[in-house]
């Protein structure tokens, strides 16, 4: 019998919920996922395995020989030997450790099978269990390990002969979530929320056989996201190339595993700060380039400005926030042909002035940015405040009725009140693509405000995007968060094209030394 998604979920809860008696949750995600991806692994190896001794159970072949003839022609990952020609010998697989879970040094003897497999396959899951600090027994006992091993290894078999992929991403997506929801800000580190993704990836439409790059991949959600709503649409969502940067070693691992959870082994995730250190180039050094680009990057990051780097288009975003530097990073990996691009970020930076605004102002000058998109506060575990979209088109690819200017659309007050956070709905989602896609300013086709305006009103203003600059609510406006946060940006703004000016009547006195 088929296992449902419900039972699986249920059960690795079980499994993971072992693990409160030794950490907190915000750390179960750094044990449960190797495990579960360990298991995985080793149930699809085994189900392989009875299918090639069936097939050759008249071979008279060594151990050794098995094994090549069995890799070569059955198997797509190894399991190798631990401990080899010693008496303790076996596989590096699940149900060999599990049957030890009772004997001294249980967690060492995971750490020696999972770094087995990650060395014997090299090109597929070199580092991918991360640091695997949980297997020592000071962080975690080996009672602990043993007790969650054994809760775990009542989910049924993870091969496809037993459950589908969409089971298995779901129950993976459905512990990204869980764990989530119950660390809080951390969270923010590696997982956006989906309903965002999904709306993100709605707005830049992947076709099959394109390339997706996400700068920032956290947990892959938004590489998996294309692949799942291509193939929602009727396309092939395994012909597309995904491509991912992640700075924290272990969380470029759970995006590795989710990958792999879901089929999707068209993918390379690469680790490393990409502002810094971008991992995806072309033979000639410059950033390599992709049909869509989409990212979460952390809010407001301080960082060590470039000093000569040919994304720097602008000029270079100050050291206080690396919020453009990203967006710049993202627009130099945009393909010149039909390259597109979706960043949610604080909305910071639809107004600061200096470097920001100078950048801000080359990107409208060259009408890269296509919308503006204002979404609810607290929709994210990492900050309570509300965020916005920006899509980017590449130079000269906008279409007709959106050529020099900017759609603005704000949907800050779709939401619906979740338990810890506020969530969009399939139906604001729904709005929101349509008034994107509607060729007039969005407003008959749904309920939201939604306005486009030309470059040169925008220019009028300073180059200043702030949503309520250019839309006014119909209903009369309710002092809540999001209308508070708008009015003080606004003020925000408009003291802060007052110290321009202030400063360049001092700097035309000869009085210098000012700064902002």
């Known amino acids: 019998m088929a296992v449902t998604q419900q039972e699986i979920e249920n059960r690795l809860w079980d499994a993971a919920d072992e693990l409160r008696v030794a950490m907190p949750e915000a750390q179960y995600s750094s044990v449960v996922f190797p495990l579960m991806f360990w298991k995985y692994l080793s149930d699809t190896w085994e189900h392989t395995h009875q299918t090639f001794l069936k097939e050759n159970e008249d071979l008279d072949l060594s151990a050794e020989e098995a094994d090549e003839v069995e890799y070569s022609n059955y198997q797509t990952f190894k399991i190798p030997f631990i401990f080899p020609g010693t008496v303790a010998e076996s596989r590096a697989s699940w149900s060999s450790i599990l049957a030890t879970v009772a004997q001294h040094g249980l967690g060492q003897r995971v750490r020696t099978s999972l770094q087995a497999i990650e060395s014997a396959n090299p090109d597929k899951f070199s580092r991918i269990f991360g640091s695997m600090t949980w297997t020592s027994e000071a962080v975690l006992p080996g009672e602990v390990l043993a007790s969650v091993m054994r809760t775990m290894n009542r989910v049924p078999k993870m091969h496809e002969g037993n459950m589908s992929h969409d089971v298995l991403g779901g129950a993976y997506e459905y512990l990204l ?41 956290g947990s892959g959600g938004m590489l998996i996201a294309a692949a799942n709503l ?9 012909t597309l190339s995904l491509n991912g940067q992640e700075a924290v070693t272990d969380t470029a691992g759970v995006a590795r595993m989710n990958l792999f959870m879901h089929n999707l082994t068209e993918f390379k995730v690469e680790v490393g700060d990409t502002l810094r250190d971008p991992r995806f180039k072309k033979p000639d050094g410059s950033v390599k380039q992709f049909d ?9 990051l301080k960082w060590k400005p470039w000093t000569n780097d040919p994304r720097a288009i602008g000029g270079v975003a100050p050291q206080s926030s690396a919020d453009w530097a990203f967006v710049q990073h993202m627009i130099a990996s945009m393909d010149p042909q039909k390259g597109r691009a979706g960043v949610v970020l604080p909305h910071g930076v639809l107004f600061r002035g200096g470097q920001e605004a100078a950048i801000r102002q080359r990107v409208l000058d060259h009408d890269l940015l296509e919308a503006v998109i204002g979404l609810p506060a607290n929709l994210f575990y990492s900050t309570t405040i509300p965020t916005c979209i920006l899509v980017f088109r590449a130079p000269g690819t906008k279409a007709p009725e959106r050529k020099d200017g900017v759609l603005f659309i704000d949907a800050s007050a779709r939401f619906t009140k979740a338990k810890n956070r506020s969530v969009l709905t399939d139906v604001d989602i729904t709005n929101v693509v349509t008034a994107y896609h509607s060729r007039s300013d969005g407003s008959e086709e749904t309920d939201l405000s939604a306005r486009f305006v030309p470059t040169t009103e925008i220019v009028a203003n300073g180059y200043d995007l702030n949503i309520g600059r250019y839309i006014k609510q119909a209903a009369a406006e309710q002092e809540d968060l999001g209308t508070l946060i708008d009015a003080y940006n606004i003020a925000r703004a408009e003291r802060q094209k007052a110290e321009q000016r202030m400063l360049a009547v001092l700097s035309a006195a000869g009085i210098e030394g000012f700064d902002e």
């Open 177 to 217: 979530k869980r764990f989530s929801d119950g660390s809080g800000t951390r969270a923010g580190q590696f997982f956006t929320p989906r309903e965002v993704v999904e709306l993100i990836i709605e707005l830049l439409g992947p076709k099959n056989h394109e390339s997706v790059y996400d700068p920032t991949c």
């Open 230 to 238: 291509l193939k929602a649409h009727g396309g092939r969502g395994y």
């Open 292 to 300: 869509i680009i989409v990212a979460n990057p952390p809010y407001s």
